[in-house]
């Protein structure tokens, strides 16, 4: 089956006034559909960036990607963006909802930009919020319901286009222990129930069990590509 | 998507009400000020226009000249050296459509037990034709009436008014220095003349009578002064010089020497004042424009700062699917927003403004559809003007630095 994600050779350096500082150096990796995957790493390991470029927010320096089969370095800004709005679904650490607008209009933004129109924008929405427990909330506000809560309206955010695969970047650092427990088991129930592919940015061990495979950065490489057992997290 | 983001502009507007409002008040004074502006611009405009178009068109008034009598310097119209012949002799140049002499003078009025003291102009009927006045009610005094010296005469509008009130003047007789004047009309109303006279304030009666009866001259037949239309703006110069090389020749002046007379151009002196009008009502608008344009860069400002305070936010869009030209249109959205706000706002209250200045100050005022449509034009183009820098700042924000923004 073709992999849902493809990176050969991958290098990625910052341009900064000392010279270029090298973030990745030659990543090989795939990751087929219905793929749960953790990936870890001390800070400055290349995950973040890793992530960054797995989520067309960034380029390669040097390398291939090919996300869902597309090329990604042969891509216009207005193609990347279509690919994050169809493709990918994001979930922050921080949440990252908009204060100003009511729990369903946050699900429903990345419909806004796919030019769904607002009756359908709306039933999507709702049947999403219904998805993540958070229905009756619609109406609210980011600021009136509790960090958990939000997160969760983050997921149904992320899943409201009915995405590929799930971007989430520490979805739990925010967030308690007994909640951290319950937003993996609706990424678990997503992985499992729908077959969507997850890679999920975690620096807690006990949040990367939740997942089937886990990979380690450190010092912008690859150290480690396999099954997720107490030795290597 | 269009629907969606004017709702986002607005929940945007509505989050930061004071900035908001402070921001939309410089476009409201820029276009307030510049409807405002406008508008008494224009209405001096039109009532410069008013005047020159009662003082009737293509006119030159030739006046008697100055006198040198034992080296004291009279001033122009001292040497009555104008006859009702003179201005006969210029209605027969081709270049002349119509010909008026004037005796004026000022006179006690009295009808009943009303009196008025106002000018009473000794001329001819062609008087009328010169000044393009109409007869309101009765009928104008005829050129018989000139032969035979007659005491008949058309009031003004004041004059009746003054002198009869609601009652019918035509046919009354009135007195004018106590002789008996039969009031064969009354004239339409004319306004203000240029200087602010009130040129309905007057009597026109046979241009004889007023020299024979009325006022009495030692110089018998002259007048004060002649008025001419030319028969169009273009033959004004050649009017002008045929009507001085005639009265020269008749008036025996020697070649090279001063003329006894001066011929002006009325209607030229009116173009100037009504040139130097529009050229106030121009200068009051471009002033009135630099507040719009402070106004503009006050939203420039604000957008700049809005910008940079929803990184994140745009972080966020882009994130999930914002395409460039998807933050552009939001951001230039609620420019255009609160641009055309201000200036729906800046329309009512500089038309407020006009209405009030119209009222307080009895200046004249106009408004007109087309100065308001251009202030709506115009304050929209300064809202994309200026909200687009700041759209283009944000549509280019890079996502992961906007993301990473705190």
Known sequence: ?????????????????????????????????????????????????????????????????????????????????????????????????????????????????????????????????????????????????????????????????????????????????????????????????????????????????YAKRLVKFVDGKLIYDGEVSEAHT | ?????????????????????LTMLGMVIGVGAVVLMLAIGQGAQYSVDQSISSMGSNLFIILSGSSTSGGLRMGAGATPTLTVGDAQAISELSNISAVA?????????????????????????????????????????????????????????????????????????????????????????????LDGRDQDDSILIPVTTAQRKLFGTQFQGTVRFIMAQ???????????????????????????????????NLTALANTAAQATRVMSVMLGAIASISLLVGGIGIMNIMLVSVTERTREIGIRIAIGARQRDILTQFLMEAIFISVSGCTIGIVLGVGGAVIVNQTAEIAVVITGSSIVMAFMVAACVGIFFGFYPARKAARLKPIDALRYQ
């Open chain 2, 101 to 193: 002499p004037a005796a004026p003078g000022t006179a006690q009025v009295v009808y009943g037990s009303n009196n008025w003291s106002t000018q009473v102009f000794g001329t001819t009927p062609a008087y009328l034709a010169v000044r393009d006045w109409n007869v309101a009610a009765g009928y104008a005094f005829t050129d018989s009436d000139v032969r035979s010296a007659t005491r008949v005469a058309l009031l003004g509008k004041t004059v009746a008014n003054n002198l009869f009130g609601d009652e019918d003047p035509v046919n009354k007789t009135i007195r004018i220095k106590q002789s008996p004047y039969l009031v064969v009309g009354v004239l339409a109303v004319k306004g203000q003349s």
């Open chain 2, 1 to 21: 998507m269009i629907a969606q983001m004017l709702i986002e502009a607005w929940r945007a507007m509505g989050a930061n009400r004071l900035r908001t409002f």
């Open chain 2, 230 to 264: 030319g028969i169009s703006a273009q033959a004004m110069p050649a009017a002008e010089r045929d009507m001085t090389e005639l009265l020269r020749q008749r008036h025996h002046v020697q070649e090279g020497a001063e003329s006894d007379f001066t011929v002006r």
């Open chain 1, 1 to 209: 089956m073709e992999s849902v994600i493809r990176i050969e050779g991958l290098f990625k350096a910052y341009e900064t006034a000392a010279g270029p500082v090298p973030a990745l150096k030659g990543i090989d990796l795939a990751i087929a559909p219905g793929e749960f995957v953790a990936v870890m790493g001390p800070s400055g390991s290349g995950k973040s960036t890793f992530m960054n470029i797995l989520g067309c927010l960034d380029v390669p320096t040097i390398g291939k990607y090919v996300l869902n089969g597309r090329d990604v370095g042969t891509l216009n800004s207005d193609q990347l963006a279509r690919l994050r709005n169809e493709v990918i679904g994001f979930v922050f650490q921080g949440f990252n909802l908009l204060q100003r607008a009511t729990l369903e209009d946050n699900v429903a933004l990345p419909l806004v930009y796919s030019n769904v129109q607002k009756p359908e924008r709306s039933a999507r929405a709702n049947e999403m919020l219904e998805k993540v427990g958070l229905a009756k909330y619609s109406a609210s506000f980011p600021n009136q319901i509790s960090g958990g809560q939000q997160q969760r309206v983050a997921i149904a955010r992320a899943l409201v286009n009915r995405p590929k695969l799930i971007l989430a970047d520490e979805p739990t650092g925010n967030l308690d222990t007994k909640t951290s427990g319950e937003i993996m088991n609706v990424f678990r129930g997503l992985n499992e129930t729908e077959g969507i592919t997850i890679v999920l940015v975690t620096h807690e061990p006990d949040i990367a069990t």
